[in-house]
């Protein structure tokens, strides 16, 4: 059997997605790079906006027809294939096999079933799986829980990912020597809240403690996402300060600057406690990096509201920003009880927002001239001239080919700058990579927390 699978949303959907090609590979089934070459097509779908679910449907319908054509085998995994919006969809379009994100390792029995499987159940194998190692990756996700046991009110993953469990520390060890055997220069830990890693576990560390465990790996760089500000403790602020390999870059979703509208979307801290912990990361962490996700339009939100959010991303003054604006989800609590607003009114604000993000980024960036950085370049950029790749602090960056010809990690001197990218001089060649990393762009990519 030929298998390929298209993958939809974030990194955790393309962690799932390398957790599923392992097992069918390991029950000899070859994976091949288009849906023409293919006896099985496997979609793993994101549930977290409107605009994927869509691209969802037209997807299936299009393998519908094939089906029709020349027999094709079927498939749909991840948020969405957990959702009765999902399954219904699945049903149109004549879906064989459905997996939920907690029923992955079921991929064998549904093959072998031979007739139609779908599975929801969140099953606790998934939690000991430990993958082998994906090859020719410089740069490596590892996924150290599952789920989440926060309950924003627009967040339809404690639906689609169920409650959150922390996976044994020893698991992720032993992982992450695979991937540093594998030739890994950088690892992503990932979870939905890695903040509370270990919380609903007993003996377990906390992600704190659990940063300086995998910092003790060697890896030369170690990030992670998502954090949740109620969650992020001084002693994971510390750990990162003290541990050299944990790069000094934070993705910490605010979603709204007002408290009004906070405490709507149940998001538990304040803008105040927000500021704070800012604050007291920049206090521990000199030259730290900062992302956020901001949600614009959230049911009454109101222009006050609104600039709030302005004033609150001018204090902190963030290197770069996830924005969308509010997409009401069947099945969150927002969709059910709050009614959303005209898109032109949210539209409005989110073009308003991105002049605010491009003048700070285009700001700071500037200020990165003349100032060395730390670039993890992964292959050939789209202009030839050029290899690309992304700092310490996830900033994209470009390197002439001629200094940097294989990808690696490099010291290099900024020397220009614009809103979304840098421009360097290589400095010193810290490691290069043993091989050729496989495709460098990679399928649509969003930011794990909504
Ligand atoms: S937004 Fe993030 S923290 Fe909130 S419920 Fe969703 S996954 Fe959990």
């Not at 997807?59 to 999902?86: D, F, P, S």
């Not at 969650?231 to 990162?240: H, Q, T």
């Not at 421009?423 to 909504?450: C, I, N, R, W, Y």
Request: with cysteine; aromatic share 8%; proline share 6%.
């Amino acid at each position: 059997m030929k298998a390929h699978l298209v993958t939809y949303g974030c990194q955790m959907n393309e962690y799932d997605t390398h957790v599923v090609e392992s097992q069918l590979v390991a029950l000899g089934v070859e994976l091949v790079k288009a849906v023409e070459e293919a006896d099985f097509v496997l979609v793993n779908t994101c549930a977290v906006r409107g605009k994927p679910v869509d691209k969802v449907r037209a997807v299936l319908g299009n393998l519908r027809k094939t089906k029709r054509e020349r027999g094709l085998l079927v498939g749909m995994m991840g948020c969405l294939a957990q959702l009765e919006e999902g399954q219904e969809i699945a049903k149109k379009y004549d879906v064989d096999i459905l997996l939920g994100p907690g029923a992955l390792l079921d991929i064998g029995a549904a093959l072998e079933s031979n007739k139609r499987f779908w599975s929801m159940a969140f099953k606790d194998d998934i939690h000991d799986f430990v993958p082998p190692a994906p090859q020719n990756k410089l740069s490596a996700h590892l996924t150290i829980q599952r789920g989440c046991d926060h309950h924003c009110t627009y967040c339809i993953v404690p639906e689609t990912r169920g409650p959150q469990v922390s996976r044994h520390p020893d698991l992720i060890l032993r992982e992450l020597d695979s991937l540093v055997e594998a030739g890994a220069l950088e690892v992503t830990l990932l979870g939905q809240n890695v903040n509370s890693y270990g919380k609903d576990q007993t003996g377990y560390p906390d992600f704190g403690d659990l940063l300086r465990m995998v910092g003790k790996s060697g890896i030369p760089r170690i990030k992670f996402t998502t954090s949740h500000p109620m969650d992020f403790s001084d002693n994971i602020i510390e750990a990162i300060a003290e541990t050299p390999n944990v790069c000094k870059f934070i993705h910490l979703p605010v979603q709204s600057g007002s408290n009004k509208v906070l405490k709507q979307m149940g998001r538990e801290y304040t803008r105040e406690w927000y500021l704070e912990r800012i604050e007291k990361m920049r206090s521990l962490i000199p030259r730290l990096f900062i992302s956020t996700d901001i949600i614009v339009g959230f049911p009454n939100e109101t222009e006050d509201d609104f600039l709030e959010t302005v004033s609150l991303y001018d204090a902190v003054q963030y290197d770069s920003a996830f924005m969308f604006i509010y997409s009401a989800r069947p099945g969150t609590p927002s969709y059910k009880h709050f009614a959303d607003m005209p898109k032109e009114i949210k539209t409005e604000r989110l073009n308003r927002l991105i002049e605010r993000q491009k003048h700070w980024s285009q700001l700071k960036n500037s200020r990165l001239i003349g100032q060395e950085v730390e670039c993890l370049i992964r292959g050939a950029a789209y202009e030839p001239s050029f290899m690309e790749g992304h700092t310490e602090g996830n900033h994209p960056v470009l390197l002439p080919v001629a200094q940097a010809p294989v990808p690696g990690i490099y010291r290099a001197l900024v020397e220009h700058a614009t809103p979304h990218m840098l421009f360097g001089k290589v400095t010193e060649v810290v490691k290069q990579a043993e091989f050729m990393p496989m495709q460098l762009h990679s399928p649509v990519f969003s930011s794990l927390d909504l």
